[in-house]
């Protein structure tokens, strides 16, 4: 009995160490590859140095060394130089990282874009002195790159009021010409895109049976308004404090948007609601079936989209199927961002022209059920943790590290703020916000 026990226990011991050993390879990948994927874009969208990158915003993964290629416009990450993960960029679409296939397949069936950019200069307003200061000691505290011992790393700040910017502050080492990251502020694009084919009668939020995976199961009732409200009812667990499906989805696999069509269904559709970065890129493979060729699909963000909001800095980034990431990676300086605001600000027109359909943007901010009064369609609305004004007619997007796009429409406001704040929920947006609508 006592060997039998002995045995059992080597044995178990045996097999929690090879699981350990296998899930730590696994980890050290993912970061590997978050190294390589953030350091690509940050030197060859931003035009940062590699220096500044490993200060400022590679704080999560230790023992990690970046070596970027200039000539071959690759960025490789090691980790005790044992594991190694490649990102490699191409202009106009940004930084991909290589998992399933080699860079040399890749660059054969991503295409290359040419979209002609068109630039829409947001004009300046001045304030009155007694605004001016009240609002210099505003964006004083909110520049702070350390608050309340934790590192905030404000970047870039703009204010804009119907329609005109009347406060904006960069950090040092940037500028209003520096395209800086979004992240989950892309699911909100990944909606604008949705909603133009909406107007060009191509997609109806109400249309099913959206993928041949999921014809043989009760997937095949998930509408574009369940994802887009996140309420599918797909397993996929966001959780980056460990090998996550958000994790296999972003680092691991060549198809984000496939993985999580590949997910299963584990709650009643449109009775759940989920914060899914799966769901976004699901969407993105929705936006990409309405095309007939990769190359339209593509383009199609920069001409219904940033070329006509005047965004020339705007790169959305691709998985290595071919498909944006919709969920997370796209760049743009604080003022392209801005456009984005006052496109949903103004009901969806810009310069005389409807981009989105009429009601695109109140059916946006429509309360999704279950959602705690906190999230419309791809939009938050009332995001709890941010402790925002009450009574406020709120549309945020919301990203990473402290990334927003505040939209006021009763106000006629558009706040932007960026940052690589190593707790998201740090920056005290709710004071900043409290303080404009106390100037303004």
Known sequence: MTETIKYLFFTGLLIGVGFGIRYGYRYALAGAAYNAKITCSCVFIGGRTLESIQSEDLYTIPFAKQKVDEANKTVTSSILGIISKTSFYR???GCTLVNEQDIETMKKTLPDINVAKRE???PDSLLPSEQQA???????WAMQ????DVIVN???IIVAIDGKIVAERYAPGFNKDSPLMGWSMTKSVTNTMIGILVRDGILKVSQDHLFEEWQNDDRKNITIDHLLRMRSGLEFEENYKKVSDAIK??????GAGKYAISRPLIHPIGEHWNYS????NILQEVIKSTFTDQKGYAEFPHRRLFAKLGMPTAVMEMDGSGTYIGSSYMYATARDWTKLGLLYQNDGMWNGEQ???PGWVNYSKELTPQSDGEYGAHFWLDPKDNNLPKGANHMLMMGHEGQYVVINPDKKMVVVRLGCTQKSDSFDLGRLLSELYQIF
């Open 154 to 156: 404000t970047r870039a």
């Open 249 to 254: 989805m972003l680092y691991m696999k060549d």
């Open 134 to 140: 009240k609002i210099d000691k505003t964006l004083d």
């Open 145 to 148: 790159s350390v608050y309340k």
């Open 91 to 93: 202009p106009g679409l």
């Open 120 to 122: 829409y200069t947001i």
């Open 355 to 357: 981009i989105l359909p």
């Open 277 to 280: 970065s799966g769901t976004t």
